[in-house]
């Protein structure tokens, strides 16, 4: 078994680098398969590898070779990692109450750490405006003519998907359910949207049967502010114990004009009511893209968000292919690497402030630590063990059952 050791800055360009990586497989992982798909474990320091394309790409400089479940990742023939094909925790195989569907097959995520339960349709806050977010996919989709969510109610599909979560979490599972749907058109904003809610928690919350357990999860609605900031304390009631308001871009200006169709004043007045209600830190977040703007006044936004409560997360930007931002290409590793490191520097600054200082939060959820999602989480974990505050490898990233290997 290959020894723990601290995660380097090398290891977390290697993981900023995969989406871009060529994948061959030899020979098929004989893991059995989960709905998030197959993902990578690197020996030694455990940073988890996602979003693996699964094809050859012989142009690639970086080369991931998959021979069953061990997999060498090399860069212009030099091998620089290994690590093994992850196995599914035991629950993807449990039956649900039909006694022949797998909890795996309906399990509603792309990545075991965090699973979504559906509000309703598929559109976004600007709907069918034609003005959403440059950069992102719904700007063409709007014009294709959206489906309309339905006028009451989740989709039936619902009642499965959190059945099998509930299940997950009765055996292990822990992360962050996201409350998603789609941000709805104005008519679906107030009563149709807290009451469709509750429905989902009051259905959860039966399924699950376990207040202990429902305390441990982070549940999160991820939607636009609400007409009645209010409505917070009635979530909040019903069990939900975060907020998630993205604005995408944080430099005002840059605002205005990637995304024409949202106010950014009432986008954050949202997230500060959030983290008065729901505590500061988990209790409020706000993912953005990170390369979609210049480094200064992001970094400045970034502090400003921070130091009001406001858990921000940087995802690296990639322009949707037929989005009027599509040409655009992400700025160098270099970029990235700097940009991480200031953000990080700005959370060690702020991170007490929060209702669990950051360096010490174990709680399952967006701010756990030692999580491995995106490239900033492996860099935030890098300064937190070279402080002394984590150990080498990581803690399990599904839940309380640990993860067995082939």
């Not at 994948?23 to 020996?43: C, F, N, Q, Y």
């Not at 004043?265 to 977040?285: C, I, K, M, T």
Request: net charge negative; glycine share 10%.
């Amino acid at each position: 078994m290959t020894e723990k050791r601290n995660i380097t800055e090398e290891d977390v360009l290697l993981k900023i680098r995969i989406p871009d990586a060529g994948v061959e497989v030899k020979k098929p992982p004989t893991t059995a398969a989960v709905p998030w798909g197959p993902r990578l474990i690197l020996d030694g320091t455990d940073i988890v590898l996602r979003r693996l394309t699964m094809l050859p790409n012989p142009q690639a400089p970086l080369q991931i070779v998959i021979d069953g479940n061990d997999a060498t990742i090399s860069d212009m023939g030099k091998v620089v990692a290994t690590g093994k094909m992850e196995e599914p925790p035991t629950w993807c195989d449990m039956l649900m109450s039909d006694g022949t569907t797998r909890v795996g097959d309906v399990f509603p995520s792309n990545m075991p750490t965090e699973c979504y339960l559906l509000l309703g349709g598929g559109g976004c806050f600007a709907y069918d405006t034609g003005r959403t977010c440059r950069y992102c996919g719904f700007y063409v989709e709007a014009a294709r003519g959206m489906p309309s969510p339905p006028p009451t109610g989740a989709r039936p599909s619902q009642e499965r998907a959190i059945e099998a979560v509930a299940l997950a979490a009765k055996n292990g599972w822990r992360g962050c359910i996201q409350i998603v749907g789609g941000l709805l058109p104005p008519k679906l904003r107030g009563e149709w949207f807290t009451d469709t809610v509750e429905m989902i928690m009051t259905q959860f919350r039966e399924f699950l049967g376990d207040d202990d357990i429902l305390a441990e999860l982070q549940i999160a609605v991820d939607n636009a502010p609400p007409n009645d900031l209010g409505e917070f304390h009635k979530w909040k009631g019903f069990g939900i114990s975060s907020i998630e308001i993205d604005t995408e871009v944080l430099d005002p200006d840059w605002f205005k004009a990637i995304c024409p169709a949202k106010s950014k004043r009432l986008w954050d007045e949202g997230q500060e009511a959030a983290a008065e209600v729901f505590g500061r830190g988990r209790g409020s977040s706000n993912l953005f893209v990170l390369g979609l703007e210049p480094m200064a006044g992001m970094l400045e936004g970034v502090e400003e968000r921070v130091s009001k409560g406001v858990y921000v997360m940087p995802s690296p930007f990639t322009a949707h292919p037929y989005a009027p931002m599509a040409g655009m290409g992400a700025p160098s590793l270099e970029w990235f690497r700097e940009a991480y490191e200031k953000i990080i520097d700005i959370y060690l600054k702020y991170g007490d402030t929060f209702d669990i200082p950051l360096t010490d939060d174990d709680r399952w959820g967006y701010t756990r630590r030692g999580r491995s999602l995106y490239a900033w989480d492996d860099d935030m974990t890098r300064r937190l063990q070279e402080m002394g505050k984590l150990p080498p490898g990581l803690p399990s990233q599904y839940g309380i059952e640990p993860v067995s290997w082939v």
